[in-house]
């Protein structure tokens, strides 16, 4: 087990005990063994001195495309768990989008493994709702739920057949375990390449309306409402979507929501001039489906800040803006924007932001973490909130750079990240240790 | 563009004497009008032309054929000077220019680049049997061997000066200036 | 009648961003060149020397003749890379291609691509001039030109005339073309066609937008009609052919409510009796032809701004500066 250590004068942010103030945290044996204004170090604990600095439960990013198996050149899961913790994550959820994809218990305890000797952010598997992600019947839900999977989804496809959608939403239910869908109808959308609107018209790129996503999150919500399960909804942008699932929560529908950092901040006015690295999929919308975003992060609609880290091979994207993959990476980002661009323009305060990118997400998916209560996993994340600095890709642990955001000037940086106690991001003594057994 | 000095080189009087002079002198030098064609250079070698080419038909007692040429895109620094924008018509004369005397008429005779695409432009264009020069002022500095076969004025002009020549339907005036310029606007 | 420094960039993307002293540069440079295209020998020595690659993804017979027959009339050397179907366009990337076109010494590039922005992707990473000839959806601005230089010819402006673009306006990069270059010279624009065939927010580019054609007829003093791809029906945005004549084709029954002088465009290739029935693209309001021939001169016009050999630009290409 870890060394003691003492974090020293940090602000705690904690929702989950709803603390804000100055505190010392202690953690032993991976766990968090006391929070107090003023703790003497044990013999032998390292002391890490956090005045200035933020102290939060440990973030968790529900949504990252961590490439491998398959794709090693894009992201490898020793990558991508690097690249989190390097974001200040202690904990990522990885999309079973994979080549083979992740729809049974070998493939989940694979990637389990191999996150676990990562030695990292923590790593968990999320599997397939439909065996090879084909939209047909079931996956071994069950099964993969045992080795070690916490949630399903076919994410980067939607699942077009409603019927199955239903049986999914029940068969979940022994297990605990939200289904997550990524809400889009194919038959509206599966031509665009960007949000379809006057941008998409100048640029003669074929557009996915709002309607393709909101066709799905509505069905979505009513099948939930139907069967009780929990239904996941991933990476919501539209303005009706938003108000949809804030209707559905207060009819107590049982529906988790995230919002990413580039639908938070960006429109689709960043794709002009063909830039592919603002090409995703849910594509940035319109002006006011991005408010909406932020409204619905505000007020909690959208429980959730996720990234959908979406690591691709920079020749991937040098291309034809309709020839290039979707996505964008997230991990390296995401604090930094959330705090200059979110908290920083007032749309939600450091507190709520620490409940959307830490709390709710472990809630949702029925994390350890997300807590610094005294017996809870030692998951911590410490910032710097006033440390500015340009982000550069060539500096991302990320093995790829696809991002809208170079040269942006953030405040607010990521310093050390603990998990299990122990630092894997912050200091020289936290290199990852790579393929070894154990953590 | 800033001047410095304009020096007077010839008034109205003196111009429309020397070009009655030449006009005397190309009739006299190819035996009368027949088959002869004048042909301006753009833009202000075709108002010069214009001017000679009365003159021309009254010694000569008849029309003459006229016309005009644009050398732009038969220069040779399109990929120094860059593209100009304005590009003038070049208008063949009626009666062609095969086996005709053409006559180009210029303002100036400064470098000979322009004379030499003038040249090339009409070999384009067809067969002349002969092609004369002439020019209301030659400045000298020539760069290629060509020569003008009438010539209004020769003058001697310094490499920071400029000859102006003023003709009435573009500048309100028929004359010839120098005029010093700034080194960056020559 | 000073010259205008710097008449175009390094490329010809398209028209969106050009302003309307620019377009009337090229426009009233366009002139004289129709001039050449009469002549015994039609050529002059402009562009000697300078190496020209037609590169054209897609078929396109007529646009691609169009810029030979510039490029040769202004004597440029030409190579024509036909890359439809071929290996190039299978295999090879468009930065590929570009590296190999860069690595040639090349002077300039006209490209025919289907992905709309391929223009402005090669544009920003080869130090040669890009004229786009068609990418995708997007735009084709020689197009444009040759339409906006025909109409002024014939109606001796093009500000406060109502043009109206009739068909198959989502898929048109044509039609994108037309709509910016007539807007910023002033003319009123609209667009009329089915709406299957409209693009989204179309009225955000600043058009008026009628569905029936019998209004746009009424309203125009000059129609530009697009050519209906078969494929438009193949992939259902509208039911057949026949039916897409009988309620938006231009036949000589429905002009006879148009003003007496309207003008008649068709980019061409033309499918008679589909959008245009023969009678009205072989009648007297047609320019069709007048196109063709001032596509030609607009074309020389083009290669001879862009060629004016700006290395300064260039190099700022080169290091991936890009030109807007």
């Not at chain 1, 009819?251 to 580039?262: N, Q």
């Not at chain 2, 063949?92 to 040249?119: E, F, H, K, N």
């Not at chain 3, 010494?105 to 890009?130: E, T």
Request: charged letters at 25%; one cysteine or more; glycine letters at 10%.
């Amino acid at each position: 087990m870890s060394r003691s250590l003492l974090l020293r004068g940090g602000r705690v942010v904690d929702p989950s005990q709803k603390l804000d103030a100055k505190r010392d945290v202690l953690l032993v044996d991976g766990k968090v063994a006391t929070v107090r204004a003023k703790l003497d170090a044990p013999e032998n604990a390292r002391v890490v001195e956090c005045a200035g600095l933020v102290v939060t439960p440990g973030l968790i990013d529900v949504h990252v495309h961590l490439r491998e198996p398959g794709e090693e050149h894009k992201e490898t899961i020793a990558t991508g768990a690097a690249a989190a913790a390097a974001g200040g994550f202690t904990a990522v959820c990885a999309m079973p989008n994979t080549d083979p994809p992740i729809d049974d218990p070998a493939a989940v305890g694979f990637v389990a493994a191999e996150g676990r000797r990562a030695g990292s952010a923590r790593v968990y598997p999320v599997g397939c709702i439909s065996a090879g992600r084909d939209g047909k019947r079931l996956a071994l839900i069950g099964e993969m739920v045992e080795a070690g999977a916490v949630a399903v989804t076919d994410d980067g496809n939607p699942v077009m057949d409603s019927g199955l959608m239903r049986t999914a939403l029940e068969y979940a239910l022994a297990f605990g375990i939200p289904v997550a869908d990524h809400p889009e109808d194919l038959g509206l959308s599966l031509t665009g390449h960007m949000n379809e609107g006057i941008v998409a018209t100048r640029l003669g790129l074929p557009g996915k309306p709002n309607a393709a996503e909101d066709i799905h999150i509505v069905r979505d919500l009513l099948l939930a409402e139907l069967t009780g399960g929990h239904i996941h909804l991933q990476h919501v942008s539209t303005r009706f979507g938003v108000e949809s699932i804030r209707q559905a929560k207060a009819r107590g529908v049982h529906v988790t929501a995230e919002a990413t950092p580039h639908h938070l901040v960006l429109t689709h006015d960043a794709v002009i001039g063909y830039r592919t690295d603002a090409k995703m999929n849910p594509p940035l919308r319109a002006a006011e489906d991005m408010a909406a975003v932020r409204a619905g992060l505000a007020d909690g609609t959208l429980d959730s800040v996720a990234t959908d880290h979406a690591p691709h091979h920079y020749d991937e994207k040098e291309a034809a803006f309709a020839e290039a993959p979707n996505g964008i990476v997230g991990l390296e980002t995401a604090l930094g924007i959330m705090l200059t661009r979110v908290v920083g323009e007032g749309v939600i305060d450091l507190p709520t932001l620490v409940e959307r990118m830490s709390c709710a997400p472990a809630r949702a998916f029925n994390l350890p973490g997300g807590t610094l209560a005294e017996g809870s996993p030692a998951d911590v994340t410490v910032f710097d909130p006033k440390e500015t600095w340009v982000v550069d890709p060539r500096a991302f642990l990320s093995k790829s750079r696809n991002t809208p955001f170079t040269g942006w000037e953030l405040t607010g940086r990521p310093k050390l990240t603990v998990v299990a106690g122990r630092i894997v991001f912050g200091d020289d003594e936290a290199r990852p240790r790579r393929r070894r057994g154990e953590r | 563009m800033p001047a410095k000095k304009r020096i007077h080189v010839m008034d109205e009087a003196d111009v429309r004497r020397e070009i009655a002079r030449m006009a005397r002198e190309i009739v006299e030098c190819n035996g009368g009008i027949a088959g002869l064609v004048l042909m301006g250079v753009h833009r202000r070698g075709t108002q010069i032309a214009d001017l000679l080419l009365k003159e021309i038909e009254q010694i000569g007692g008849g029309p003459v054929s006229y016309g005009s040429i644009d050398i732009t895109l038969y220069r040779d620094d399109l990929g120094t000077i860059g593209p100009r924008p304005v590009v003038g018509e070049s208008e063949l004369p009626a009666s062609g220019i095969d086996g005709q005397t053409v006559v180009l008429v210029d303002d100036v005779a400064y470098t000979g680049r322009t004379m030499r695409a003038a040249i090339n432009e009409l070999s384009d264009w067809g067969r002349p049997r002969r092609i004369q020069f002439c020019v209301l002022v030659d400045r000298g500095g020539r760069e290629l061997p060509i020569q003008p076969d009438f010539v209004g004025r020769a003058v001697t002009v310094a490499k920071d000066q400029r000859v102006e020549v003023y003709v009435p339907e573009l500048d309100g005036k028929l004359g010839v200036e120098l005029r010093t310029v700034e080194p960056e606007a020559a | 009648m000073t010259p205008t420094p710097a008449a175009l960039g390094k490329d010809l993307v398209g028209l969106q961003y050009l302003s309307a002293d620019q377009l009337r540069t090229i426009l009233d440079t366009a002139e004289p060149f129709k001039e050449i295209s009469e002549r015994r020998i039609k050529k002059v020595p402009v562009l000697r020397g300078k190496t020209i690659v037609n590169l054209f993804f897609e078929a396109s017979t007529r646009t691609r003749i169009s810029f030979e027959f510039a490029e040769k009339r202004l004597s440029a050397d030409t190579v024509n890379i036909v890359a439809a179907g071929s290996s190039i366009s299978k295999g090879e990337t468009l930065v590929d291609t570009a590296r190999n076109l860069e690595a040639m010494r090349i002077d300039m590039v006209v490209m025919r691509h289907p992905a709309s922005g391929a223009a402005q992707f090669l544009a920003d990473r080869i130090p040669s001039n890009v004229v786009n000839a068609g990418d995708g959806r997007h735009e084709h601005p020689t197009q444009g030109l040759l339409d906006l230089l025909t109409i002024r010819d014939r109606m001796g402006r093009v500000e406060g005339l109502k043009v109206c673009i009739v068909g198959d306006i989502l898929h048109s990069r044509v039609a994108r073309s037309n709509i910016y270059g007539l807007l910023t010279l002033g003319a009123e624009v609209a667009v009329c066609g089915p709406p299957t065939l409209m693009p989204p927010a179309v009225q955000e580019l600043g058009v008026q937008v009628f569905t029936r054609v019998e209004e746009a007829i009424e309203w125009s003093d000059v129609l530009n009609v697009l050519r209906l791809q078969l494929e438009r029906m193949e992939a259902g945005y509208v039911p057949s052919l026949r039916e897409y004549n009988r309620i938006w084709g231009v036949s000589n029954a429905r002009l006879e409510a148009a003003k007496k002088d309207l003008l008649v465009l068709h980019p061409g290739p033309m499918n008679r009796g589909v959008e245009i029935d023969s009678d009205v693209a072989d009648g007297p309001r047609s320019v069709i032809l007048d196109q063709v021939t001032n596509g030609v001169a607009v074309r020389m016009a083009v290669l001879y701004l862009l060629a004016g050999g700006q290395p300064e630009r260039a190099e700022a290409a080169k290091q991936g500066g890009g030109d807007a």
